[in-house]
């Protein structure tokens, strides 16, 4: 049964780097095709892809949001990390984090985390 | 950048039939994937590479892909399909995943 769970701060000051963390089960990331994104979500806008982290640590990042972004995994700990710099009250979001298998480009997201509210405020 | 652009909104009547497309460049080229979202919930993948479901989703969602459109439809339309539903594409020329910019189905 795969699995997936945000978890982070629901609460960050502009500036702010934000750290959110998806912890899952059900899978391995050192599974050749595997990989693991991020997704967020303003209240009552569309979803926005983020970054995206595969089997061999290779790493992709949204155009826009790449300078601030950086992903990583922790095999052993069946974890992938997503850091943003430099918060802004438009940054509040629900963080998804969710699989994909097929490789970058090759698959869909086929399973989703609940999703995590981070709000941005002073 | 690449773009997928959706109707704001979609109302299909009970028992009826509901269309929702996706445009984008040469879209047909590409593989679509579709989510539908319900209030407070976590997108579910219903339609992957234009026109397969996984399992456990109704045979009432369907998909279809050529030229510049895509399409996800509902037949029989129920109460319970009310949601939001994106299309997805990864743009290979730039390496991103792309979503759609959503439809809200109504089923009156």
């Known amino acids: 049964q795969v699995t997936l769970r945000e978890s982070g701060p629901a609460l960050v000051k502009p500036t702010q780097t934000l750290t959110l963390t998806c912890t899952f089960s059900?899978?391995?990331?050192?599974?050749?095709?595997?990989?693991v994104s991020w997704i967020r979500q303003p209240p009552g806008k569309a979803l926005e892809w983020l970054a995206l982290?595969?089997?061999?640590?290779?790493?992709y990042y949204s155009t826009s949001l790449k300078t601030r972004l950086t992903i990583s995994k922790d095999t052993s700990k069946n974890q992938v990390v997503l850091t943003m710099t430099n918060m802004d009250p438009v940054d509040t979001a629900t963080y998804y984090c969710?699989?994909?298998?097929?490789?970058?480009?090759?698959?869909?997201?086929?399973?989703w985390g609940q999703g995590t509210l981070v709000t941005v405020s002073s | 950048s690449y773009e997928l652009t959706q109707p704001l909104s979609v109302s299909v009547a009970l028992g009826q039939t509901a269309r929702i497309t996706c445009g984008g460049n040469?879209?047909?080229?590409?593989?679509v994937h579709w989510y539908q979202q319900k209030p407070g919930q976590a997108p579910v993948l219903v339609i992957y590479r234009d026109s397969n479901r996984p399992s456990g989703i109704p045979e009432r969602f369907s998909g279809s892909n050529s030229g510049n459109t895509a399409t996800l439809t509902i037949s029989r339309a129920q109460a319970g399909d009310e949601a939001d539903y994106y299309c997805q594409v990864w743009d290979s020329s730039t390496a991103l995943y792309v979503f759609g910019t959503g439809t809200k189905v109504t089923v009156l």
């Open positions: 969710a699989r994909i298998y097929g490789g970058p480009g090759g698959g869909h997201f086929d399973y």
């Open positions: 040469n879209i047909g080229s590409k593989n």
């Open positions: 059900g899978f391995s990331l050192s599974t050749s095709g595997m990989c």
């Open positions: 982290i595969d089997w061999d640590d290779d790493k």
